[in-house]
């Protein structure tokens, strides 16, 4: 049996949709679900639906819903204004298709929300592999973003602590000077692949730049779990890399960004992760610098070089 994909009605009546023959249409299976309600502002996606059909005149802020829907879920706005300059700004905004009222009824509706679907798809397939950081083949800025984004769309149902780990290393340019850009290219795939089996199987480790790597603590216990791991990931990064036979060392600075005290938006956890990790002091042997919990600012560390 085909999964149903999920639509999810948004000041549009389930009524007017089903009489356009959802139940039958080849484009389908649908499963269908209606609200009146606008979504809680702090919801930043809805990766619970394919596609969400929103009509934009019953939504003082639909423009803003649009913004938190459509990097997850084919959006379709519904809206009495059929001009060119609605329709395009309509489409600016991440929207998938514009539809008169009219057209709820019409029996290519299945169709058009089928469409506006694997476009999506599509497009989202596009993104994450442009999104990939090739040298390491981890998820990029983007792609983790978006990890992020749905993360924090499904706390907002169950509420736990998750953080936000931004790793700045020192020691590519050195090791690029030394034994040349290849080895460099080692290097960081071998810190790559050091995070990668230092973490959860449901934790995301992505390399932010050339220079820095993050990863979503997805569950924690405490918000002292995200520094335990921190520290940890740290004391590992700074154990000797072997690179063409070759000894080569990395140093670590590591910044935290927690949910729900730094915030609840993708953005905002990872720019309090790079702020920290930007303000910390590099350490080689001892690991992660140690933190205020007020402020968020380094304390002194001993460095055992």
Do not use: C
């Not at 080849?26 to 394919?50: H, Q």
């Not at 999506?120 to 083949?137: C, F, K, N, V």
Request: hydrophobic residues 45%; negative net charge; without cysteine.
């Amino acid at each position: 049996m085909l999964t149903a994909m999920r639509l999810l009605l948004l000041g549009v009546p389930a009524d007017v949709v089903f009489s356009a023959g959802f139940e039958a249409s080849p484009y389908g299976p649908f499963s269908v679900s209606a609200s009146a309600e606008e979504p809680a502002p702090s919801t930043p996606a809805s990766p619970d639906f394919d596609a969400v059909l929103l009509h934009a005149e019953r939504f003082a802020n639909a423009s803003t819903v649009v913004d938190r829907l459509s990097p997850l879920s084919a959006v379709l706005i519904v809206s009495a204004d059929q001009g060119a300059e609605a329709t395009i700004g309509w489409l600016q905004r991440g929207a998938q298709d514009v539809l008169g009222p009219a057209d709820l009824a019409a029996p290519e509706l299945a169709r058009r929300v089928r469409a506006a679907i694997e476009r999506q798809r599509l497009g989202r397939a596009s993104r994450r592999a442009y999104a990939t950081d090739l040298a390491t083949g981890l998820p990029h800025r983007q792609q983790f973003v978006e990890h992020v984004s749905q993360l924090l769309a499904l706390r907002e149902r169950e509420p736990v602590p998750m953080a936000v780990l931004l790793l700045r290393i020192e020691g590519f340019t050195t090791t690029e000077s030394r034994l040349g850009a290849p080895a460099a290219d080692a290097l960081r795939r071998k810190v790559a692949v050091r995070l990668r089996g230092a973490v959860r199987a449901s934790d995301v480790v992505a390399a932010i730049d050339d220079v820095s790597f993050a990863v979503l603590l997805g569950s924690l216990l405490s918000a002292a779990d995200g520094e335990r791991v921190g520290a940890k990931l740290a004391q590992l990064l700074i154990e000797p890399f072997t690179v063409g036979g070759t000894s080569a060392a990395v140093a670590v600075a590591v910044g935290i960004g927690q949910y729900p005290e730094d915030g609840n938006q993708p953005d905002l956890l990872l720019r309090k992760a790079t702020e920290m990790a930007l303000d910390t002091p590099a350490q080689g042997r001892r690991g992660m610098a140690n933190f205020e919990e007020t402020g968020g600012r380094p304390t002194s560390a001993a460095n055992d070089e």
